[in-house]
């Protein structure tokens, strides 16, 4: 009994030592990552809008004119920008566990088992996570009723976002 009740006064880091699990990721947090992370990948489409209206030039196209909207050439510029920051977010969780954004707030992208997340599940975590964006974040607020506080990506694609504890520096 004493026991169970130093564990739940002391703080969550320190709970996560104890239990041996990593307090889970709140969606505000998240919702920073994101929105941290949205600049490296206007970057990026910068880049790609760049090369296809150069391509686009070239082609012999009048420069003062812009990509027909809804045509197969712009259609193909999305798909590439969604490629690009697909490959961006993949590659950053699985080099280190964590997106540019994700760093200043301690986030980082685990198996369920707490190791090293896969290349499937981490591209399937991004589809559903895209998914469930464009439906108005509704696989993020999901965590707010679901049990183990897991997003639809989280828990499809058996990952798992957690919230490192702070270090604190040495004397």
């Given amino acids: 009994m004493l ?15 104890i ?13 920073l ?6 600049w490296p990948a206007v ?4 880049l790609a ?3 296809f209206t150069l391509a686009y030039t070239i082609a012999g196209h009048d420069p003062r004119q812009n990509i027909a909207p809804f045509s197969a050439l712009q259609l193909l510029l999305w798909l590439v920008c969604w490629l690009l920051t697909g490959a961006y977010a993949v590659w950053s969780w699985r080099r280190g566990g964590q997106t540019l954004g994700m760093r200043p707030w301690r986030l980082r992208v685990t198996a369920g088992d707490g190791g090293r997340a896969g290349l499937r599940a981490l591209c399937l975590r991004y589809a559903i996570g895209t998914l469930s964006v464009l439906l108005g974040g509704l696989g993020f607020w999901w965590a707010w009723v679901d049990r183990g506080r897991l997003t639809w990506h989280d828990r499809i694609s058996g990952t798992r976002m957690v919230r490192e504890a702070k270090t604190r520096p040495s004397k």
């Fill in 33 to 38: 990552a994101l929105l941290y992370d949205l």
């Fill in 19 to 31: 239990t041996g699990s990593q307090p889970r990721a709140l969606i505000g947090w998240r919702l």
């Fill in 43 to 46: 970057a990026l489409w910068m």
């Fill in 3 to 17: 026991a169970r009740m130093k564990i739940s006064s002391v703080d969550g880091a320190e709970q996560a030592r």
């Fill in 49 to 51: 809008g760049t090369a």
